[in-house]
């Protein structure tokens, strides 16, 4: 066991994009998070008051930022991520909808053996987006 | 408005690794968190019961996985992430020595213009990890 304090949850999760315009029509407009803050360097998204997801512009977190009250340390990564969403059992059919509706394309779609089904997508940049039921993971 | 069905939060965030027996050492003896799974491929790990950190081998899910129910679509990416985990206002100090008492660098401290502060450290694989206090974002 560690000794460690406690970690309440994962609050920030950051996704690095070329294209802010084209992630914030997708995350904002297609999936309903909602902007915090919006910026050439970074749109922050609140989803549903628990996560906040942080898409980046690419190359513009590089350097350390320097700000009042501290220096934000640098990072930046490519490539295609991933990013899991929860969503509820019963919403499952909605968001398949939703997404076709949209233009999204289903890329796959998983049924896990403990339960829970995925649908994925990819956002404009390529990330792997999931959206998933209660039950893949015993904690949820 | 979004006519989206809802996202309840961000349940998997996923780091890339080239070592996860260092990233395991990171995150589960330093920091605490709790393993759900633990492969070749993948380690998940659950942050209190409210989100769950996928860090995943370096070049492991570049190809698509096949699963008895459905498969799982290919991502990776390279370089130096961010995430941010939330942790009590009056945990802050506590973080603060467990942090050094582990021999980790706190790289950087920063206090938020809106309230709350961050500790920034690395992971082994150069990630940005923050630990912050209520007050950031105006949802938590």
Same mark, same amino acid.
């Given at each position: 066991?560690?000794?460690?304090?406690?970690?309440?949850?994962?609050?920030?999760?950051?996704?690095?994009?070329?294209?802010?315009?084209?992630? +914030?029509?997708?995350?904002? $407009?297609?999936? @309903? &998070?909602? /902007? #915090? *803050?919006?910026? =050439? +360097?970074?749109?922050?998204? $609140?989803?549903? @008051? &628990?996560? /906040? #997801? *942080?898409?980046? =512009? +690419?190359?513009?977190?590089?350097?350390?930022?320097?700000?009042?009250?501290?220096?934000?340390?640098?990072?930046?990564?490519?490539?295609?991520?991933?990013?899991?969403?929860?969503?509820?059992?019963?919403?499952?059919?909605?968001?398949?909808?939703?997404?076709?509706?949209?233009?999204?394309?289903?890329?796959?779609?998983?049924?896990?053996?403990?339960?829970?089904?995925?649908?994925?997508?990819?956002?404009?940049?390529?990330?792997?987006?999931?959206?998933?039921?209660?039950?893949?993971?015993?904690?949820?």
């Amino acid at each position: 066991m560690s000794d460690a304090p406690a970690l309440r949850r994962v609050l920030e999760t950051a996704l690095y994009v070329e294209d802010l315009a084209a992630a +914030r029509a997708f995350y904002v $407009d297609t999936l @309903g &998070a909602r /902007v #915090l *803050l919006d910026t =050439q +360097r970074l749109l922050a998204l $609140d989803v549903s @008051g &628990a996560s /906040v #997801l *942080l898409l980046f =512009q +690419r190359g513009a977190t590089s350097e350390p930022l320097p700000t009042p009250g501290g220096v934000v340390p640098p990072h930046g990564a490519s490539g295609s991520q991933h990013v899991a969403f929860a969503i509820d059992a019963d919403a499952l059919d909605a968001w398949r909808e939703h997404l076709g509706a949209s233009g999204v394309v289903i890329e796959s779609e998983v049924r896990w053996p403990r339960g829970g089904t995925s649908l994925y997508v990819r956002d404009p940049a390529g990330h792997s987006v999931e959206f998933v039921t209660p039950g893949l993971w015993k904690t949820y």
